[in-house]
């Protein structure tokens, strides 16, 4: 792994955001490395194939990184905010169901946050 690659897995396993790559990369310069945005990129790409970060595509948003333990996500339909869901592994159930075996899924379970359903004025 490179240095950079290190530097990028550092902060998506430390970090409670879903950050996107310029996320990562402002970041990365405002603790003073001196990165591109394209280096960003090109070693998030790598860390994802090696499968030491996960890739959360966003449908009409840039892609978010995250840490590979198994959870799931809430993501605000409004505003795009990402939470973690710590539900329950459900490949063995699902493999028992469908008789294939399940290595991974990724679910995305979509809602309003409280800030925008405070802003619509819809209650709980």
């Given at each position: 792994?490179?240095?950079?690659?290190?530097k990028?897995?550092?902060i998506?396993?430390?970090?409670?955001?879903?950050?996107?790559a310029?996320?990562l990369?402002g970041k990365l310069?405002?603790?003073?490395?001196?990165m591109?945005?394209?280096?960003?990129?090109?070693s998030?790409?790598r860390?994802?194939?090696?499968?030491?970060?996960?890739?959360?595509?966003?449908d009409?948003?840039?892609d978010?990184?995250?840490k590979?333990?198994?959870?799931?996500h809430?993501?605000c339909?409004?505003?795009?905010a990402?939470?973690?869901a710590?539900?329950e592994?459900y490949?063995?159930e699902?493999?028992?169901?469908?008789?294939?075996e399940?290595?991974?899924?990724?679910?995305?379970?979509f809602?309003?946050?409280?800030?925008?359903?405070?802003?619509?004025?819809?209650t709980k």
């Amino acid at each position: 792994m490179t240095t950079n690659a290190a530097k990028i897995l550092d902060i998506v396993s430390l970090s409670t955001e879903h950050l996107t790559a310029e996320g990562l990369y402002g970041k990365l310069k405002e603790s003073g490395e001196k990165m591109s945005l394209a280096t960003v990129y090109n070693s998030l790409a790598r860390l994802c194939e090696e499968g030491l970060v996960r890739k959360i595509p966003m449908d009409g948003q840039p892609d978010r990184y995250d840490k590979t333990i198994r959870h799931d996500h809430l993501i605000c339909e409004k505003c795009g905010a990402i939470s973690d869901a710590m539900l329950e592994d459900y490949r063995e159930e699902f493999s028992k169901k469908s008789g294939v075996e399940v290595t991974f899924y990724d679910l995305k379970l979509f809602w309003l946050c409280d800030k925008c359903r405070a802003k619509s004025g819809g209650t709980k």
